[in-house]
């Protein structure tokens, strides 16, 4: 046992908001248990043996009514199988449950008694158990057509459709990183968002409208900006050139545009050769702008392995947005010193910065 943490699940939507907070938080590595790993009893007990938490996502969410209805029982009853071979049982189990439990379908009343499985097995072995009803999620890098109809209205609109609302009703919302600190136990409770699907799908299309131009839509509270970042996630990270106004006392660039806001602006200065960054954010909304200089931009999405890169230079201004949960960096590649304007939609705290260090290579 090497990690007092252990997931299922890991690989899905709420796994990886899980497996990045925790990575922010300065947690150990966590063990990620597979569905091979799942049923093989003897070879799972190895894996939760002794661990502190043992959050239990996996699960099935889409398929016909009785792959929805049993498989989620059955995932259950794996984890139960490998909790009882356990010569140390671990100390708590979470169950990320769903409040659509015991509502009459497949899909409901499959997770129902899923936590009746685990309910019953950790009371058996002593462990603590924890049945975290989540409401519709949200949030970066979500599946469209599947995670949720954030999801999708992003795709639709990151693609330059325009959302189609079919049904309208009010559904109850909670960011993936709000339901990662739930199931990690570093808060008991995060109240969700009330949004009806028409809401939803006119604030998207107006963020997406407004930022096409490179300028800021109003983010009036955390939701917000919670939801303009999962829309940004649908779109892919590049460099937005801007138009340089001169006339004959010189030039003039527009760097950042914000609606109903103000945030906070900085600019620094790099000698040659030397790296900025490498770090990332859960939330803030950040926008690089080189006017001065040559640097190279590098961006790569935390637990991932691809690298983005980009030139860019102050003759030719360009705006370079980072995207939530990837980490970045900027290194002068001129041969004089660089000046970058930088510019976040939050004032800075330093007793909660938002910034946690992560090389991009």
Known sequence: MT??????????????????????????????????????????????????????????????????????????RQLCAGLKACSTPPKTVVFANSIQANNGTPYGDGKAAAAVLLSETTRWLGSDFVDVLLPNLFGEHGRPHYNSVVATFCRVLADGGKPQVNGDRELDLMHATDAASILLGTVSDSPAVRRTVRDLADQLTYFASTYRTAEIPELADRFDVRLFNTYRSHLAPAPFGLTRHADARGSLVETVKVHGGGGQTFCSSTIPGVTRGQHFHLAKVERFVVVRGEAEICLRRVLHDDILRFRVAGDEPAVVDMPTMWAHSITNTGTGDLTTLFWSNDLFNPTHPDTFPEPVQ
């Open 3 to 76: 990690s007092s943490l252990v997931l299922t699940g890991a690989g899905g939507f709420l796994g990886w908001h899980v497996r990045v907070l925790a990575r922010s938080l300065g947690m150990p590595e966590p063990i990620l248990i597979d569905r091979t790993v799942l049923s093989q009893p003897e070879t799972l007990a190895s894996a939760l043996n002794g661990a502190d938490r043992v959050v239990h996502i996996a699960g099935i969410n889409r398929g016909n009514p009785e792959e929805v209805a049993t498989g989620n029982i059955e995932l259950s």
